[in-house]
């Protein structure tokens, strides 16, 4: 007579367990706590345990230059030259506030 195993009679079955010998393949500070699984659910994000980052601009360098045609090789060379014009921009403002600044505060405490 063939033995089913229940709650009543589950001491009469040993148990055969698992025995781990291998390395762990946890990653410092990758965990997620319950608010970021939760939203991420909630935004419908995939929750695999593994923070991928999420970019906003999805078209950056995703397209090859080689596999381009003339136009579009000329658009995305436009494109580069005016970002980074406004980078340039950001950079001298940002060298001539602190100078700015500077010399008010010198100015007034004379």
Do not use: C
Not at 86 to 102: D, F, Y
Request: aromatic share 4%; charged share 35%; hydrophobic share 25%.
């Amino acid at each position: 007579m063939k033995k089913i195993k229940n709650s009543g009679n589950a001491s009469d079955f040993p148990y055969k367990g698992d025995v781990n010998n291998k390395p762990s393949e946890t990653v410092p500070d990758q965990t997620m706590t319950m608010r970021e699984i939760l939203t991420r659910y909630a935004k419908g994000q995939s929750i695999d345990g593994v923070k991928i980052p999420l970019w906003e601009e999805g078209e950056g360098f995703a397209k090859d230059p080689e596999t381009l045609d003339l136009a579009e090789r000329e658009e995305l060379a436009t494109q580069a030259r005016e970002e980074l014009q406004q980078i340039n921009e950001r950079i001298k403002q940002s060298k001539l506030k602190p100078h700015n600044k500077q010399t008010l505060s010198d100015d007034n405490q004379e």
